[in-house]
């Protein structure tokens, strides 16, 4: 998994204190990233996906850039 930037979601803190502060900064721009440059950002919820799916068998590919991942993380659940 080769991620670019990755928004933390559903509480996720970083253990490195200016990485949280990073992010407080950036949570407003996100969704202005995600439309700019969409192969650039993902969330931690879809790189987890992604990372079920990968193990369950949808994954075809062993290095997996930001547009890969997102694909694969949109998937759902076993990547159906």
Do not use: H
Not at 36 to 60: D, F, K, R, W, Y
């Amino acid at each position: 998994f080769r991620p670019g930037y990755i928004q933390p979601m559903k509480g996720i803190k970083s253990k490195t204190a200016w990485y949280n502060a990073m992010y407080v900064v950036a949570k407003p721009l996100y969704f202005i990233f995600k439309a700019l440059a969409p192969n650039s950002v993902t969330t931690t919820v879809t790189i987890g996906q992604a990372m079920i799916n990968c193990v369950a068998g949808n994954g075809e590919k062993k290095v997996l850039d930001v547009r890969e991942i997102n694909e694969l993380g949109d998937r759902g659940i076993g990547g159906l």
